[in-house]
């Protein structure tokens, strides 16, 4: 069991049959009537966010997460298959499972499966990911001195934005949870 008022972000609770994960939190103890604890937090199987306040001695059931290391080897149609590397396993996951985020996740790279009592409702690709840019506009000497940025595609079939001095068949670095272009990897 947890209790609200020892909620931290990240923590995981049950809450009226459904997975509740605190996103941000705050102890009030206002002048006058009794302390609260005000919560963003998120539904772990739809995704939603809401606020909420809660009395710092309720307590709700804690909810266990589990994040598995999978390997994601191939999609057909809507599903997508990783497999375990220690069984060999191969699971299918739906596309409306993942984020918009698994648009840089390429064969072959790791992602961590997310389940609660089973059920996969998530997946979490790395951090960071280095992909070659198939398409984009030439660079030209001197372009390395401006801040402006380009389109560019990647291996994957995403756009991203770009400097104007990276060039095709160049290997990036993005962060996949934002989207943007990080630095040039070192190969």
């Known amino acids: ?75 057909d149609g809507d599903l997508f298959y990783f497999m375990d590397s220690e069984t060999y396993e191969q699971v299918p996951i739906n596309k409306s499972e993942l984020t918009d985020s698994f648009r840089f996740v390429k064969e072959n790279m790791v992602c961590k499966i997310l389940s609660y009592k089973g059920k996969v409702f998530g997946v979490e690709p790395p951090n960071f990911v280095e992909l070659k840019i198939n398409e984009t506009d030439p660079g030209f000497k001197g372009d390395t001195a401006t801040n402006t940025f380009k389109p560019a595609i990647v291996e994957t079939g995403a756009e991203i934005k770009v400097p104007l001095f990276i060039d095709i068949g160049e290997v990036v670095r993005i962060d996949t949870r934002t989207g943007e272009y990080m630095e040039r990897a070192n190969k």
């Open 1 to 75: 069991m947890v209790s609200a008022g020892d909620f931290r972000n990240g923590i995981t609770f049950e809450e009226e049959g459904n997975v509740m994960q605190v996103v941000e939190f705050q102890h009030v103890k206002p002048g006058k009537g009794s302390a609260f604890v005000r919560t963003k937090v998120k539904n772990v199987i739809t995704g939603s966010v809401v606020e909420k306040t809660y009395n710092p001695t309720a307590k709700f059931p804690s909810a266990f997460v589990e994040r598995k290391d999978m390997e994601y080897t191939y999609s």
